[in-house]
């Protein structure tokens, strides 16, 4: 029997055009809102631009090939990535710049990178720690007749990859310079692991260490291109990443790139706070990011007064920093959707399809009821959807936005 216009696709998350999220989307669903996705882009290029400064958005936060088109048409010099099946996926879907954040580790890795390099048209930049790893991607890559852009990672003591020393870079550097199929192109770090009562001390710090050791490689002749990379910025410190660049006039010496990912939905959690800094240290921004991503649930069950269980769970919402946070409910199958704020209710455990959730006074809710959940740290929610819907201020659904995780 064929399917009406208004009957969900039986895929988790799949929706028809034009669907109200509140009658015809089968629950619970991973939404977008248009206005607040678009503002986000819009805004986080400017920034970045605006810091003399170009954008490489992290892809792994979303791995939704319609997001990575619509940052790149807004500007993005490209788009960064995790791994080398990742950076397959984007290149699938037309990514020609892939900027990955990671060593590229393990034969089967490098043959990937290898074959899409095979396209002239591809550009492909991937990290560099450890002379083991270097010497593994010369062999691999002579023998393939290619030549791989390689960029030296610094880390710090303590924090994730890189090398921990300015001296180690320095060797490293005469490694890669030994080997004629790698191309060293860049520095790049990453500061998201620097944190204590003095983090943005340790992360100007380090920003100006990443810039003196580009200076430093550049005037011995270490690089392989003119104006080389120099990268950094997860999403919380963006702004002081690239305050610092600028402030150094590493953009007039070097090509400046920013990676945040979380940015293009923002979130109700930690990067809501991150954000709220960064509007702190920014007298001159005068409005931030906006919260552009929500799950969709049922009101599962009301066993008890006062206890809700929602069909969401673990399968369905990241968890790992701060549990989800009920915003709106609206009545199933009312349009026009009016949502009822019921902030003041509050998830206190999820399961793996189910969230308890504590029902405020005064909230009066019925088994059918959906609300809309704010997520914490966007990544791991993003990555329990092979879809989600872009909805439109009338919460009808105007796209559907499929994951390549």
Request: charged share 20%; hydrophobic share 45%; with cysteine.
């Amino acid at each position: 029997m064929p399917s009406s216009p208004h009957t969900a696709n039986v895929d988790k998350g799949a929706a028809p055009i034009g669907a109200s999220l509140v009658r015809d989307v089968s629950l619970p669903a991973l939404v977008l809102h248009r206005e607040a996705l678009e503002h986000n882009i819009r805004w986080m290029q400017d920034f970045v631009s605006n810091s003399g400064a170009e954008l490489a958005p992290h892809g792994k936060t979303s791995m939704t090939p319609a997001l990575f088109r619509r940052q790149l048409d807004a500007g993005a010099w490209g788009i960064t990535l995790a791994s080398a099946t990742q950076t397959r996926a984007a290149y699938a879907h037309g990514v020609r710049r892939v900027l990955m954040a990671n060593q590229l580790v393990g034969t089967p890795n490098m043959a990937l990178i290898a074959d899409l390099l095979a396209d002239p048209t591809f550009d492909f930049y991937c990290m560099v720690d450890h002379p083991d790893n270097v010497a593994d991607l010369g062999a691999y890559f002579t023998s393939r007749g290619v030549r791989l852009n390689v960029m030296i990672e610094y880390g710090v003591v303590g924090g994730r990859c890189g090398c921990r020393s300015e001296q180690q870079v320095l060797d490293l550097a005469k490694a890669i310079a030994a080997q004629p199929a790698l191309a060293l192109t860049g520095i790049e770090g990453y500061e998201g692991v620097i944190h204590g009562d003095h983090a943005v001390t340790g992360i100007r710090d380090f920003a100006a260490s990443l810039v003196r050791l580009a200076v430093q490689l550049q005037d011995s002749g270490a690089f392989a291109i003119a104006k080389p990379i120099i990268t950094a910025s997860g999403s919380a410190w963006y702004d002081l990443i690239a305050e610092s660049f600028e402030a150094q006039n590493a953009g007039g010496r070097f090509l400046s790139v920013l990676r945040p990912g979380s940015y293009v939905a923002h979130d109700h959690g930690i990067y809501k706070e991150a954000q709220c800094c960064v509007l702190d240290r920014r007298s001159d921004l005068h409005e931030g990011l906006r919260p552009a991503l929500e799950v969709w649930a049922h009101v599962q069950s009301l066993p008890e007064p006062g206890f809700a269980v929602i069909a969401l769970g673990k399968r369905d919402v990241a968890y790992d920093a701060g549990l989800p946070v009920p915003l709106l409910r609206y009545k199933a199958g009312v349009v026009p959707a009016k949502g009822d704020d019921v902030s003041a209710c509050k998830v206190t455990a999820v399961m793996d399809q189910h969230a308890f959730m504590t029902v405020a006074p005064g909230v009066d809710l019925r088994v059918g009821d959906i609300i809309s959940f704010g997520t914490s740290h966007p990544c791991l929610t993003f990555d329990k959807w092979r879809v989600g819907c872009l909805v439109d201020e009338q919460l009808n659904v105007i796209e559907t936005m499929e994951t390549c995780f």
